[in-house]
């Protein structure tokens, strides 16, 4: 990724404080342009970067596509010497929240999907609910209102089998 590269800041020393502030040795603007991916810049001066983790700029970054373990890789890779003998360098309070703030984004998903309801009888609804399991389109029911979800992928399907079950059930 954009982070493993060599060319990506290899010669900025960086040093990671428990209170989230970063500081970046470097004259490099391409160790700043990677820092700036997820790091709030607070100050550039000739050959120092300071700037903060904030949630938005790490969140940033995770939507793009960059994971927590390559942020904190990143950081952890170019140790500024007084901070180098340090075990870890990189504070765990602040890598750990990198990965929290990665596992809240990753927590939810969307996805199309049909709700079914009013379902005529409980041997439907079970029926049904077990079509869609063993499709594995199922994404959630409530079996006491006869109710769930399906993936909109399996409407279709599941909209045929519905059907059939009925006329099965009348007979």
């Not at 990665?102 to 927590?107: G, I, L, Q, V």
């Not at 959630?140 to 979800?149: N, S, T």
Request: aromatic residues 8%; charged residues 25%; neutral net charge.
């Amino acid at each position: 990724g954009v982070l493993s590269s060599e060319c990506a800041g290899g010669d900025a020393h960086v040093i990671v404080e428990s209170n989230y502030r970063v500081y970046a040795y470097t004259r490099s603007p391409v160790a700043i342009a990677v820092l700036e991916l997820f790091v709030k810049r607070e100050a550039l001066l000739p050959n120092l970067f300071v700037g903060a983790l904030r949630r938005d700029s790490v969140m940033g970054a995770l939507a793009r596509g960059i994971s927590a373990e390559e942020l904190v890789s990143y950081l952890a890779a170019r140790p500024h010497p007084s901070v180098a003998s340090r075990s870890p360098v990189v504070p765990e309070v602040v890598s750990d929240q990198i990965r929290l703030w990665e596992a809240a984004m990753n927590r939810l998903r969307a996805e199309a999907a049909v709700l079914y309801e009013n379902m005529e009888s409980r041997e439907l609804y079970d029926r049904a609910v077990s079509y869609a399991r063993s499709a594995g389109t199922l994404l959630w029911e409530d079996g006491a209102k006869m109710r769930f979800v399906a993936t909109d992928a399996g409407h279709e399907a599941m909209k045929s089998f519905i059907m059939r079950t009925k006329q099965e059930l009348k007979q």
